[in-house]
């Protein structure tokens, strides 16, 4: 697997090469020169992470620890939608 390093500047510069990058393997990005973060595919993430790959985006969230005793319950949509959401 190969990994690429590339400056916090760098990738808010150039986000497209970034992700490009990403999909020969993990790009670690550097704050001030020391690792801070990691891009990953999400393939790879569900990999490293054995989370299921059919989770919504709420299970995923709800599966996180930092969101442990937070409930929420998205409100429920009631007649119907007559005009764009922005």
């Given at each position: 697997?190969?990994t690429?390093?590339?400056?916090?500047?760098?990738?808010?510069?150039n986000?497209?090469?970034?992700?490009?990058?990403?999909?020969?393997?993990?790009?670690f990005?550097?704050?001030?020169?020391?690792?801070?973060?990691?891009l990953?595919?999400?393939?790879?993430?569900h990999?490293?992470?054995?989370q299921?790959?059919?989770?919504?985006?709420?299970?995923?969230?709800?599966?996180?620890?930092?969101t442990q005793?937070i409930?929420?319950?998205?409100?429920?949509?009631?007649?119907?939608?007559?005009?764009?959401?922005?």
């Amino acid at each position: 697997m190969i990994t690429h390093t590339l400056s916090a500047r760098e990738l808010a510069q150039n986000l497209s090469h970034a992700k490009r990058l990403a999909t020969e393997g993990p790009v670690f990005i550097t704050d001030r020169g020391k690792p801070a973060f990691a891009l990953l595919r999400i393939e790879d993430f569900h990999a490293l992470s054995g989370q299921q790959q059919d989770m919504s985006l709420l299970e995923m969230m709800q599966s996180m620890p930092s969101t442990q005793g937070i409930d929420y319950e998205a409100p429920r949509l009631i007649g119907e939608l007559r005009e764009p959401v922005y």
